[in-house]
């Protein structure tokens, strides 16, 4: 599905048929009769081309457009009318308006126009969301928990904040090592210099080498011209190394180099140069073991690993689901326009006792999921997925009876079977007669 087009139109027989023309080439289509009622479907709804008539009922098309843009600047305006003037016409460009077209003699355009205003619409759109994740620059305020576990690794991160010591972050996939990076940076004297993040499993060996120390014009095929380096790019502030343990043995000879005396060669060149970029780096590997099997270069380890902060998977501070589960659901509550306000006891009592091996990261996907498709203003466990009750099995029972673990079963079988009695008893591995029982018995 495309982007969402609103039509204003209050002509029954034409609007009907644009949004037919619309429909047919993949967009969602929303129709109101009224600058009023389309204000508000555009409060409820993502829409990003508005095509509107001059004339409404309670409107002037013309006007319009100045006031959707100052409510929602990325969204796209088309003005349509069957008596245009050129003083119209100019007032609704200058208003911010994509294009000004005459009712049937631009009916061959209509489509081309909606596909540039859709395109420039989403660019902006995307540009923005971009410019704000680049803007928002993560503190310790931002990390969430109240956890023993959480308070003393925030504790040592803000000790090291202050110096400009390498440090080494270490913990599972999803535990927020990116945000502890950055939230360091912003504690310390380099906050006002750039903070600059590689992913060392995003890129080749040859591509990350070029990317971490820049290389001159010919150094290789497809060296036009010399290019800096994230090295250069981060003097003065921080470059953050995620996933270091898969960098190769002779990258991590030359980051050895720079660790030790500030000093780096660019790709092809002979010329040293002197840089000063604070490390942090972070790996979910045991590099001590990598080290010890030559998979990593043990010199580099003790120069990483001067100052290491381990940062605990979820399932070691369990106590801080629920904050991260209310956090996530004010989000994307917020986000997605959804009346999701809480979760019910049962609900938490799941996220609290599942297994997450995909940690924080796998928190908030689960959070985003049950808000979209939850139906009341309260997530219940049944939103959540079936297997969802089978990877941590032994936890999630100690915490609940047994009673409440198989009526909770018997309920995910029977949604996930559609109500098929005998394909939710196959599911569960138990005869018919006794899940006529079991639904008898926790009147399900």
């Not at 036009?224 to 991590?252: R, S, V």
């Not at 938490?348 to 498709?373: A, S």
């Not at 198989?406 to 196959?426: D, F, L, P, V, W």
């Amino acid at each position: 599905m495309l982007s969402t087009i609103l039509i204003l139109e209050d002509e029954n027989k034409f609007g009907g048929l644009l949004s037919r023309i619309i429909e047919a080439e993949g967009y969602n289509v929303l129709q109101a009769q009224s600058a009023r009622a389309g204000l508000k479907l555009m409060d409820s709804h993502d829409v990003r081309v508005v095509i509107s008539d001059v004339k409404l009922p309670d409107a002037n098309g013309v006007d319009l457009v100045k006031r959707i843009k100052d409510i929602h600047p990325f969204v796209e305006i088309i003005n349509l009318t069957a008596f245009g003037s050129i003083k119209d016409s100019v007032r609704a460009i200058k208003n911010g308006a994509f294009d000004y077209i005459m009712k049937g003699d631009d009916n061959d355009r209509i489509i081309p126009i909606v596909n540039k205003a859709a395109e420039k619409a989403n660019l902006q759109f995307q540009i923005h969301q971009l410019e704000k994740r680049l803007n928002h620059h993560h503190t310790f305020g931002d990390i969430l928990g109240n956890s023993p576990a959480t308070a003393e690794a925030i504790l040592l991160a803000q000790k090291v904040a202050h110096t400009p010591t390498t440090v080494l972050l270490m913990g599972e996939t999803g535990t927020g090592k990116e945000i502890f990076a950055q939230a360091i940076h912003e504690a310390s004297d380099r906050s006002n210099k750039p903070f600059i993040a590689v992913n060392c499993s995003s890129f080749s060996n040859e591509l990350l080498k070029s990317e971490l120390f820049g290389h001159v014009a010919g150094s290789f095929t497809g060296a036009l011209k010399d290019k800096k380096g994230l090295f250069e790019e981060a003097d003065g502030g921080t470059l953050f190394l995620d996933e270091i343990g898969e960098m190769n043995l002779e990258l991590q000879a030359r980051l050895l180099r720079v660790l030790e005396d500030g000093t780096f060669n660019r790709v092809g060149d002979s010329k040293s140069m002197k840089v000063n970029a604070r490390i942090i780096a972070a790996t979910n590997k045991d590099l001590n073991y990598e080290a010890e099997n030559n998979l990593f270069r043990l010199d580099l380890y003790y120069r990483l690993a001067v100052f290491t902060i381990h940062l605990p998977p979820l399932r070691e501070r369990r106590e801080d689901i629920e904050v991260l589960a209310k956090h996530f659901l004010n989000e994307f509550s917020t986000k997605l326009n959804c009346k999701v306000k809480k979760m019910d006891d049962f609900f938490l009592n799941v996220l609290t006792h599942h297994h997450w091996k995909g940690n924080i990261r796998e928190l908030r996907n689960v959070m985003e999921r049950v808000v979209i498709i939850a139906g009341s203003d309260t997530l219940t466990s049944d939103l959540l997925q079936f297997d969802f009750f089978t990877d941590d099995h032994d936890n999630f029972s100690s915490a609940l009876n047994l009673s409440g673990i198989e009526s909770q079963y018997i309920r995910k079988a029977m949604a996930r079977s559609k109500g098929n009695k005998a394909e939710a008893s196959r599911l569960l591995g138990i005869g018919l007669s006794t899940l006529y029982r079991k639904l008898e018995e926790y009147k399900l």
